[in-house]
């Protein structure tokens, strides 16, 4: 049975992100993990931020920051390695004088997890992490999944054994907003079939239930595995604004690598 396990940013262990690759835990909640006032103020400096911009392949979802999953060629390749120590220094910044969400959650994972976790590097440059994402009212953000390999180089030396997702909820609508979890992991090849010519993601209409659904409060961080189907429900009222990170996992005892 896959459970949704509670936690203080302490508490999170090796054995609980091991049970998310391994399907026996569906997310770990930590409620809390950025406090208050922290939140309350940054939600305006990224709400009206002057580089907030449309994500390459649906501009009704804005971000600031590149993300890897919008690498389509080896110009867009370049520019993500290119600007992904600007990018992860806007967001410090942006936090100063308090520490960056995204710097707290990887000194954490690294001390939770045996091995550690470090930024992944491709072929030896840096990957960005912690983009700040902006689901605007009224936006779905349909049931789908999250796979590195979609946007990694063709020459296939780079694999991961599994993937996770980490978001840190920066402002959350007062209806809707609920992230959706169906626990069950397609594969690449019945992911695609499933998703036929649509260029992103899977109709609700294709999928029973899902098994459950979460509505995260401000400051919360909530890990998840996104190769299983998973959804957030449009907002009705503000926008819904995280800050995205994914966990690559290359086994029980090798490091995890973090990137966005
Ligand atoms: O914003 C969320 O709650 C989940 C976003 C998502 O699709 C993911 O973490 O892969
Ligand atoms: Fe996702």
Known sequence: MQILTRKTARQISHEDILGLVEGTA???????????????????????????????QDTSFQRIGFAYSEISDEA?????????????QRMRDLFAPYASPSDTFRAVVDEAWNAGASLLDIAGRKAFIGICRFQDKGVDLN??????????PADGTHRLAAQLSANIYLNIPRQGGELELWGTEPGEDAYNELKGERVWGLERDQLGPPKEVIKPEP???????????????????EPRVTLGHFLGFYGPDRPLALWS
């Open 26 to 56: 569906l997310a770990i909640h930590v409620p809390g993990f950025v406090p208050e006032d922290v939140v309350a103020a940054a939600r305006e400096k990224v709400i009206d931020h002057p580089e907030k911009g449309g994500l390459s």
């Open 76 to 88: 867009s390749r370049d520019l993500y390695h290119a600007q992904a120590r600007d990018n992860i």
């Open 143 to 152: 049931p789908h999944t999250d796979a590195l390999e979609r946007n990694l």
């Open 219 to 237: 400051g919360d961080l909530l890990l998840l595995n996104p190769r299983q189907i998973h959804a957030v429900r449009p907002s009705s009222d």
